[in-house]
């Protein structure tokens, strides 16, 4: 059973360009949630997704800042005109409910240059 | 908003030397869950607490829940270098669902 899976692993963007990062959630699972995580800090919650509905985008700045999860495919995570700020690792985790432990994907880890 | 605080932040242990790192939440919780992060890894979960006092054990992790379901423990008996990596206590509150992390505590252990 293959487990959540993310990339790219590694993104470098140069300021003002988009980084686009895929998460595909275990088999079975169709929640999906994003983090952020900084250097020696914890993760960061973003967003909440079930399939074609973003449930809770409480953590995710409302600028440059976009997730969906549609019926086919894995949840992508925008951010558009990136800015060094945005360097980070970013991870989505994945469960079959809502008070469910998360399973959680390698990360993309993102610089910007 | 709900914040959960970790002490210690590092913690360096010979090894065969017992470990534990606390965590404490601003405002009563559903459930706690504990994950453990290798160096340039990602979350692994642990295991999750869900009734007040509850205490659980996995072989030489001990795991317990507050009273109040406020604060939570995470205890290594005689630690040994795989257990080297960040261990994180993750909150939710009513929504059951939204997870807050606390900044976790690195383990490293000394051979």
């Known amino acids: 059973n293959a487990g959540v899976m993310q990339n790219p692993r590694h993104l470098v963007r140069r300021r003002g360009q988009e980084a686009r990062l895929r998460c595909s959630p275990m088999?079975?699972?169709?929640?999906v949630y994003w983090y952020r995580q900084l250097p020696e800090e914890g993760l960061k919650f973003m967003v909440y997704?079930?399939?074609?509905?973003?449930?809770?985008e409480s953590g995710m700045p409302k600028e440059r800042f976009s997730a969906e999860f549609p019926k086919e495919g894995p949840s992508i995570l925008r951010i558009q005109q990136v800015v060094r700020g945005d360097s980070a690792a970013y991870f989505c985790?994945?469960?079959?409910?809502?008070?469910?432990?998360?399973?959680f994907g390698p990360g993309t880890r993102l610089t910007v240059t | 908003g709900q914040q959960v605080m970790q002490i210690p932040q590092y913690q360096h242990v010979q090894e065969g030397e017992d470990f534990t790192t606390y965590c404490n939440s601003s405002?009563?919780?559903?459930?706690i869950q504990w994950y453990k992060q290798r160096p340039g890894g990602h979350p692994v979960f642990l295991i999750q607490?869900?009734?007040?006092?509850e205490v659980k054990k996995q072989k030489r992790l001990t795991f317990q829940f507050g009273e109040a379901k406020k604060n939570s423990s995470l205890h290594i008996t005689a630690t040994q270098t795989t257990d080297v990596g960040t261990y994180f206590c993750?909150?939710?509150?009513?929504?059951?669902?939204?997870?807050?992390f606390g900044k976790g505590t690195l383990l490293t252990v000394n051979p």
């Open positions: 405002t009563t919780l559903s459930n």
């Open positions: 607490l869900v009734k007040s006092g």
């Open positions: 997704l079930q399939k074609e509905n973003i449930i809770d």
């Open positions: 985790a994945s469960s079959p409910g809502h008070s469910y432990e998360q399973y």
């Open positions: 993750a909150g939710s509150g009513g929504s059951n669902y939204k997870l807050t």
């Open positions: 088999k079975g699972h169709s929640h």
